[in-house]
């Protein structure tokens, strides 16, 4: 039917179509090397630039990879076994000290007989976490989430597990006073009871009672001081407790600054503000230095946990400034449909705007939580024994490791890259399934 | 319901008592210095249907936001089921949960199925048990003919699937009184009939109903009364007949000659 005759003549489908596939294009490698890298001079150019700066940068690493010696018991021997199989001029990682090191690197100066704690406590945390990160497991876990930070906490530092059961009844019984007394007294006014009732509980109650308990039924494991832990062990430690504590308290932030009321208002804008505006370091030597002088002088605050809370409290600014921004991009419609049905503050903001904000926050936050683990080495300030700088120091000052140089920093770095982009690879993932859950 | 029936639909649920359901009187209402609502005084019975229209940024939406709180008045008072609404928290959350709100932009949750969006709130406020709230919601949700779609999420249906959603979410609550905001002007024209249906049905069990809309036949067919605004007041109240026929204000022949379409 030539074209003309088709476009003048009245036109009725009788028959539809059936789907086809689409035309075969040229496909294959050779295709998309030449769509991607050789589509013209500037892209050819850009090719060339880039496989010499690759061949420059793996021609001075690659030796030095293949060169690693794994068996040796100092630097010199490693360097004498580089000389001896690879020549005299040729370089090599000397990884013998990683070797000899390891538990060093994961556990500072923790006891050796006592390694199991930490390693159990770690093993745990990957069950306390599957509930909360993933759907498919079962919710009733969600209670062994809420036990585990003080089990993990009593495995590391050890002492009786009465003070910790102790610490669990102050929370229930705090808890149950909450709930009594929200119905007859109001929000504020049962917040407040509950607060007072649980800093009269730890600070009267918990040492004595579970003193008491101890005589009975003796339930303690050794203690394990602060200074003694390093290492991956302490990165860890203050990591996963300060993500945990930033989240719910960087909500709170956020939620403040959004409050209508002046005095919440301009306390959330103050501290976030200052907050932001100060440097770690800063805060973390507050901590190490500061606090102690503030403090009554016999009260001994234990180092890793000053250390800790102004970890959570520095990463919860920014965390709150990233919600804020997903509480902004939530459409007025969504408060206004709440309102509408009735529901309370507390009930919109849980079922309706948090878990929109925070889908949307998601990227933000995670970002967040990378870099406030990354800056977790920045304790070594404050005379903790981090991993990068702490722990490498120690190796270095040992007579048969003085000298090395790159191999710590390597190895550390590679395995804050692990865990950082297990991270963010699980932000992704967490991403692709709210969408799919969402549409 | 055709064309053709929409002239004939059946009043006779459609009974007004004496009982009052919401009393405005002497309301004003300021926007920092602006004066959006002046000196309302409304009264409406339970049982009644009213239309309210008027032009662009009369404070049609605003009247109808004070009655439910989402905005708050400064002078005069406004009495909702014997409850008068005052800056005390409790007396706003009662009223809210009697009144349902449909939004010109149907605010669903998107982050819930159709039938989560139906029971969050009977389960929560109401504290109703999650089974009956299913069920309820079911039922609704089959009075406004999409029960098939109930476990769809609300970014997967036609606005007009999802202004019924919304209309079914409130009517979960078991409201006494509805509010509607212009439901079917965010609305492509084949989609308003079947939300105009339900709310002709709606109307014809009983329900206390104010709607802001500028649909005039849904007007002629169910309202008992149409109050039209301008400015701030209102200008006209009269029954639909008189209201359309026989005008009484400039403002209102004015309006009326624009939207009609002379
Ligand atoms: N939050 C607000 N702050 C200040 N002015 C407002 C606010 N909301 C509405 N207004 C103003 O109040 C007036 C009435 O608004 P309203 O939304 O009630 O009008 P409307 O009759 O519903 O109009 P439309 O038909 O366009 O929906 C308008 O002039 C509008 O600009
Ligand atoms: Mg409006």
């Known amino acids: 039917m030539s074209e003309i ?92 000290m990683i070797r000899e090191r390891w538990p060093q690197y994961l556990f500072g100066f923790y006891p050796a007989d006592l390694y199991w704690r930490p390693t159990l406590a770690f093993a745990l945390l990957f069950v306390a976490l599957a509930p909360v990160l993933f759907s498919g497991v079962p919710r009733p876990l969600l209670w062994f989430s809420a036990v585990y930070p003080m089990l993990a906490f009593w495995l590391l530092w050890g002492g009786s597990v009465w003070w910790w059961v102790m610490v669990i009844a102050g929370l229930a019984l705090t808890y149950a006073v909450f709930r009594l007394a929200v119905l007859r007294l109001g929000a504020i006014v049962a917040g407040t009871l509950a607060v007072v009732l649980l800093a009269a ?4 109650a918990v040492a004595p009672l579970s003193g008491r308990l101890d005589q009975v039924i003796p339930a303690a494991i050794t203690p394990v001081a602060s200074d003694r832990f390093g290492g991956f062990l302490l990165s860890i430690t203050i990591g996963v407790t300060a993500i945990g504590g930033s989240l719910p308290l960087g909500i709170l932030l956020a939620l403040g600054r959004r409050s209508d009321m002046p005095l919440v208002k301009s306390l959330a804008v103050g501290f976030i503000e200052v907050v932001r505006g100060v440097p770690l370091i800063t805060v973390l030597f507050t901590a190490s ?13 234990d180092i ?26 939530l459409p007025r419609g969504q408060y206004e449909a709440a309102d509408s049905l009735g529901m309370d503050y507390w009930q919109a903001q849980r079922l309706i705007i948090m878990p929109q904000a925070l889908k949307i926050s998601i990227p933000g936050i995670v970002s967040s939580f990378i870099g406030l683990f990354k800056d977790t080495t920045l304790v070594a300030f404050v005379a903790l024994n981090d991993p990068l700088k702490g722990i490498t120091q120690i190796v270095r000052s040992d ?29 992704m993932y967490l991403e692709r399934r709210l969408k799919r859950d969402h549409r | 319901m055709s064309e053709g029936t929409q002239r004939r639909i059946d009043r006779s649920q459609m009974r007004v008592s004496d009982e009052i359901a919401i009393q405005i009187t002497a309301m004003n209402k300021w926007y920092g210095n602006f004066h959006v609502l002046r000196d309302i005084d409304l009264t409406v019975h339970k049982g009644e249907r009213i239309v309210v229209c008027g032009p662009s940024g009369s404070g049609k939406s605003t009247l109808i936001r004070c009655i439910n709180r989402l905005e708050e008045h400064q002078q005069g008072r406004i009495v909702v089921d014997g409850t008068e609404l005052t800056s ?22 998107p982050h819930l199925t159709i039938l989560e969006n139906c029971t969050l709130a009977p389960i929560w ?4 048990p999650k089974k009956e709230a299913e069920d309820t919601a079911m039922h609704f949700l089959r009075k406004v003919r999409i029960p098939e779609q109930a476990h769809k999420y609300p970014g997967q249906l036609s606005g007009g699937q999802q202004q019924r959603v919304a209309i079914a979410r409130s009517l979960c609550m078991k409201p006494r009184i509805m509010l509607f905001d212009e439901p079917t002007s965010a609305l492509d024209p084949e989609m308003i009939k079947e939300v105009l249906d339900t709310m002709i049905e709606l109307a014809q069990e009983g329900m206390t109903m104010i709607c802001v809309t500028h649909e005039m036949g849904f007007a002629q067919a169910v309202a008992n009364r149409v109050v039209f605004m301008d400015q701030g007041q209102i200008v006209e109240q009269n029954s639909p007949q008189e209201f359309f026929n026989h005008p009484k204000s400039e403002r209102t022949k004015l309006f009326l000659s624009q939207i009609l379409g002379h």
């Open chain 1, 5 to 96: 005759h088709a476009q003048t003549v009245p036109f009725v489908r009788e028959t539809m179509l059936p789907p086809s596939a689409p035309p075969r294009s040229e496909a294959g490698a050779v295709r998309w090397l030449r769509d991607n890298l050789f589509s013209g001079p500037m892209n050819i150019a850009l090719t060339v630039l880039g496989l010499m700066i690759l061949y420059v940068v793996f021609q001075a690493v690659l030796p030095w990879l293949l060169h690693s010696v794994w068996n040796a018991t100092s630097l010199g021997e490693c360097r004498e076994i580089v000389a001896r199989t690879w020549g005299p001029d040729a370089s090599g990682a000397c990884w013998a």
């Open chain 1, 201 to 204: 509980w730890s600070v009267y």
């Open chain 2, 125 to 128: 406020v109401r504290k109703v």
């Open chain 1, 289 to 301: 230095l500061l606090l102690q002088y503030f403090l009554p002088p016999r009260v001994q605050f």
């Open chain 1, 399 to 427: 007579i048969n490791w003085k000298g090395i140089y790159w191999e710590p920093y390597v190895f550390v770095g590679a395995i804050f890259f692990l865990i950082c982009f297990g991270m963010s690879r699980y932000s």
């Open chain 2, 88 to 109: 005390d928290l409790k007396n706003i959350d009662k009223v809210r949960s009697d009144v349902g709100m449909v939004f010109q932009h149907f605010n669903l949750f």
């Open chain 1, 304 to 329: 890793i946990l000053r250390v800790i809370i102004m970890a959570t409290l520095f990463a919860a600014a920014y965390i709150a400034e990233v919600i804020r921004g997903g509480l902004a991009a």
